[in-house]
């Protein structure tokens, strides 16, 4: 099983649909959790850090569940400018100050007009 | 909000000579500095980790004579590729953890286009 897994799309929704975007990760052992996005040639921008409570910003919500290891991004009124690939990052704790982020390949999504 | 600085951002060089890439924290310190390389329509791939004062930490896979980091200051790493060929083409970008906590986010650099003819 990979690190880190993403369902790599594309997702193709209309203006104002809601999608949710699953990421899966192997390791037990990891402690923080963040959806970047990135677009075509760009560098990735991080768009929100995932707590274990759940949390929302504006139109995204976050979710986190360590028993079934998987962090979830759900996007409500999908705007044109929403359209990029949405990146999985995961860290594991390994001790020391050493901190092996783990990214996922990203799911795209397009929303069209 | 914390910026970091990549330069250049695009390259064009020749097969066989060398380049070297910048990445700064503009308004942090940043003891870690992390470099990754993203060919098209792939994943980030973590190439090393590059540690303020000391040796930078090689992924597998990753030749270390090739890609000579040097971490200098609390500010700045450089990514150093030596004896490029058109293999190495890519996008390159640095990142840089704001904090020290294992739950600080990393803010990249905007990353630079390699291409080797």
């Known amino acids: 099983r990979k690190e880190v897994e993403q369902d790599p799309g594309p997702f193709n929704v209309p203006e104002g649909a809601t999608v949710a975007f699953n990421c899966t990760y192997s390791?037990?052992?990891?402690?923080?959790f963040f959806w970047y996005r990135q677009d075509c040639r760009k560098e990735p921008k991080l768009l929100m850090s995932?707590?274990?409570s759940g949390n929302e910003d504006g139109r995204f919500t976050a979710q986190l569940n360590r028993a079934s290891q998987y962090i979830s991004l759900l996007i409500r009124d999908s705007k044109l400018s929403d359209s990029a690939t949405y990146l999985c990052?995961?860290?594991?704790?390994?001790?020391?100050?050493?901190?092996?982020?783990?990214f996922g390949k990203g799911t795209k999504l397009s929303v069209i007009p | 909000g914390a910026v970091v600085s990549q330069h250049p951002s695009r390259v064009i060089c020749k097969s066989g000579t060398s380049v070297k890439i910048e990445c700064r924290s503009l308004?942090?310190?940043?003891?870690?500095m992390f470099w990754y390389r993203q060919f098209p329509k792939q994943s980030l791939m973590l190439m090393a980790t590059s540690n303020e004062g000391s040796k930078a930490t090689y992924e597998q896979g990753v030749e270390k004579d090739k890609f000579l980091i040097n971490h200098a200051s609390l500010t700045l790493s450089t990514l150093t590729v030596t004896s490029a060929h058109p293999e190495d083409s890519s996008f390159y970008i640095c990142s840089a953890k704001q904090g020290s906590s294992y739950n600080s986010p990393l803010h990249f650099g905007n990353g630079t286009r390699l291409t080797v003819t």
């Open positions: 995932v707590y274990s």
């Open positions: 390791n037990s052992a990891s402690q923080s």
């Open positions: 308004d942090f310190q940043a003891t870690t």
């Open positions: 990052v995961v860290t594991p704790y390994s001790g020391a100050g050493s901190y092996q982020l783990t």
